[in-house]
DNA sequence: GCATATCGAAACGGACCGTTCCGTTCAATA
DNA sequence: TATTGAACGGAACGGTCCGTTTCGATATGC
């Protein structure tokens, strides 16, 4: 007995090893559904049949659904290029016009379903947090580099301003209100960064 | 045979009516199971075991456990008493540190169910749009009064307005994020309010 | 050959959804 | 007051899903 090392590590390779197949097909299954008919049609026991493969092989892997979602979710390249449009108001439309083209292209359902996943699952929820705290710095990058440019008030903080940006964009999305006009994206980044008092 | 009125409506009132007891404490259930355990822990039969129903009660008055937990929710009394603090910096302090304490006394578990369950049930989607079409058209009312006290730029659109306040909060209150501190709010609704372009 | 590790298939217990049946209770009416 | 229809709670159902267990088959390293 005992046959494992002192130092508790498995044995690096005895016996088949996981199949890179059956983790890609269980992993395109899992977006697949998703995209489709988002959180509703997401379940392990369909992404085992589309992809073909047992329950237990997944869950071999994934601790479960919730990882699983995730996993999905943060396997999704944000395919965003870089912004530079020379001004904070054309970075800022071109940033939320490439977030609805983006999730309009169906990244949309993967994101909503872990925000709603992140209303009831601790892990989640920590997850979406961490997630929003990136996005946050790097579209605050936009204003330091306005303010830079001399663009922007002395005070301003840039990560308040990549908070209200993000969570207009998400409110959108979760409202399923991803239809906004060019004039109408226009007219609220203008309001957005001129603000409303009288000056 | 052919007992019932030709026009095919219903006897007005033969028989036991519905329990108001009953509607009281099934409503009551739902809601208690929500505010404490959130979506996770609001199933049927839980909210027929603790209102000591049957299920089939259930189901005869609410189709469905979405239209249920929609019950729940816009059964809950705003609360919210008239805001009117002279300036619109402080209206819109006292909307969010308001709203933010509602939220955390319980609301905000419902609330955030509601829009877990507007993420892939297209009949909370539609309540959840018609709440923030009617949320948006309140707190508009704040910008409308400032305009008129010539506080606000006259090419101010308040529906915008309030759609930014109301995205800030609600993405707070989705990503687990109430603790903001009162300094914290006020640098956030001050750039709001004064926008971040250098004058 | 033999031990080990993976795989898919099938089945399981448990929870829940939404439905059906049953016997009881309640209230309007004849 | 007796009758009648409607609402009630309890029990059970078929179905779906979660996460687990068992099984036989297959792939890999010693």
Redesign the interface.
């Known amino acids: 007995m005992d046959r494992k090392p002192a130092d508790g590590k498995r044995r690096a390779s005895v016996g088949a090893r996981r199949s890179a197949d059956t983790e890609a097909a269980i992993l395109e299954a899992a977006e697949a559904l998703l995209r489709e008919g ?3 049609s997401f379940s392990i026991e369909a992404v085992a049949r589309r992809a073909r493969a047992g329950k237990p092989t997944i869950y071999r892997w994934w601790p479960n659904k919730t990882r699983l979602l995730l996993d999905v979710y943060l396997r999704q390249k944000s395919s965003m290029e870089a912004i530079d449009t020379g001004s ?1 108001e054309g970075d800022c439309l071109a940033l939320l016009e490439g977030l609805f083209a983006y999730w309009k292209s169906g990244s949309g359902q993967v994101f ?2 872990v ?7 601790d892990t989640a ?1 920590e997850a ?2 961490d997630y ?1 705290a990136d996005r946050r710095a790097v579209t605050g990058q936009l ?1 330091e580099r ?1 303010k830079m440019r ?4 002395d005070n ?2 840039p990560a ?2 990549a ?2 940006i ?3 964009a ?3 999305l ?4 991803l239809d906004a006009l060019r004039q109408e994206l226009e ?2 980044v203008r ?9």
């Open positions: 988002g959180l509703a904070i909503r379903s925000f709603a996943e992140a209303q009831s699952d929820a979406l947090r929003a204003f306005a001399g663009e922007l008030s301003v903080d308040i301003a908070e209200l993000a969570a207009y998400w409110s959108r979760l409202t399923g209100r007219a609220t309001q957005m960064l001129r603000g409303v008092l009288k000056r």
